[in-house]
Every structure is written in C-alpha cells, then in structure tokens.
C-alpha cells in the first residue's frame, strides 16, 4: 500500500459556484458524465429549473457532453454531485460554457486545455448553443471572473 496520502484540494482545488444557475450546470454535467446522457435525475433537475421548456437546455447538455467525451484525448475528472468543490476540468468547462457566447476565443482555450486536443470547434458550439438556451430561458450563465 502507499505511504502517499492525496489532499483533497489537489483533487478539488475550485469551489463549487455560489449561483444557482452555474450550480444546475454543475450538478447535470456530473449526473451525464457519472451515469449517461439519459440520467433521470439530470432530466428531472432540468424540468423543476425549467419547467415545460426543460428539452432544450437537456439536449444541448447532453449534445456537450456526447461532443466532448467524443474528441476528447484525456479523462476528464469529475468530482461526486454532492461535493462542495470542483475539480480543474469541471471549472474550465464551466467557465467555458458561461463565456462561449461572449468571449469564444477564450472559451475555445479552456475547452482545449481541458479536452487535450489542439481543434474543439464542434465542443465551442455546443457550448454556446447552451449558454445561449440559459440565457433565452431566463437563467444566464454569469461571465467567468
């Protein structure tokens, strides 16, 4: 067995967002990256934030992920629905869906750091069609610090 004991904040090092519209972001990407594009509970969380308009938000979700787990040339860590704290790959895709619309560039580099390949263009659009659908539905994403 090994002597080498983790810190959590090595794994963790983010803080889970303090907004309520970042954190249904949070917790359905965890849910889909944890169980599958089809998780009831991700679903269920979209349909009580959106009510009757919760299809679009659900499948632009779901078309990220798919995308992303698709091109990506790495794991991409992801930390249990109930933590308090993100890991570096959860932050950056956030962050990245939150400025997609606004900054692509910047999202772009975030979304390449954290997929591991040099061309994410069809990840970047996913993301700014979410953000945009958060944004259409009442519930804008806000802009990474």
């Not at 965890?30 to 308009?53: E, N, Q």
């Not at 999202?107 to 954290?114: C, D, G, K």
């Given at each position: ?13 983010h ?28 679903a ?20 990220l992920m798919?995308?992303a ?49 040099a ?27």
């Amino acid at each position: 067995m090994s002597d080498h004991i983790v810190d959590p904040i090595d794994i963790l090092p983010h803080p889970a967002p303090a907004d309520d519209h970042s954190r249904l972001l949070l917790f359905t990407m965890r849910r889909v990256a944890a169980h599958g594009l089809d998780d009831a509970h991700a679903a269920h969380a979209m349909l009580c934030s959106f009510g009757m308009s919760f299809r679009r938000p659900l499948v632009l979700l779901r078309a990220l992920m798919a995308e992303a787990s698709r091109v990506s040339s790495r794991r991409i860590l992801v930390a249990p629905c109930c933590c308090p704290r993100m890991t570096t790959s959860e932050a950056n895709l956030l962050s990245a869906v939150a400025a997609a619309r606004h900054d692509p560039h910047g999202a772009h580099r975030l979304l390449t750091e954290v997929l591991g390949i040099a061309d994410c263009l069809g990840t970047l659009s996913s993301a700014q069609a979410l953000a945009q659908a958060f944004e259409d539905l009442a519930k804008p994403l806000p802009s990474p610090a």
